[in-house]
């Protein structure tokens, strides 16, 4: 069964540093775009950052651009998200989700990240 699988979240003060993971399972990720998306309580979701099928192109928003980094690595079927500088504003669940065109297919079930003041 094709899923994705988000790990690495959890609790950190202020300004800290977390890496989150986004595991395929069931596909090659290699051959799919890959985004990162937040959600907080009683927010919409929000797009965080994405990387092309290739790695060449990432995006990123504008409250993130600086302090995150998305990354993959193909031969471990994963993706990445550096955070750091962490602020409470992004405390949420995080969800990874890929596409192979303009449609994202598969959707991880989440992983919490909280930040403490």
């Known amino acids: 069964q094709a899923r994705l699988v988000e790990s690495g979240g959890g609790l950190v003060e202020l300004g800290g540093s977390l890496t989150l993971s986004c595991v395929a399972s069931g596909f090659r990720l290699e051959y799919y775009a890959v985004a990162w998306f937040r959600q907080a309580p009683g927010k919409e979701r929000e797009f965080v950052a994405s990387i092309s099928w290739n790695g060449g192109s990432t995006g990123y928003a504008d409250s993130v651009r600086g302090r995150f980094t998305i990354s993959r690595d193909d031969a471990k079927n994963t993706v990445y998200l550096q955070m750091d500088s962490l602020k409470p504003e992004d405390t949420a669940v995080y969800y990874c989700?890929?596409?192979?065109?303009?449609?994202?297919?598969?959707w991880g079930q989440g992983t919490q990240v909280t930040v403490s003041s």
């Open positions: 989700a890929a596409r192979l065109t303009s449609t994202y297919r598969y």
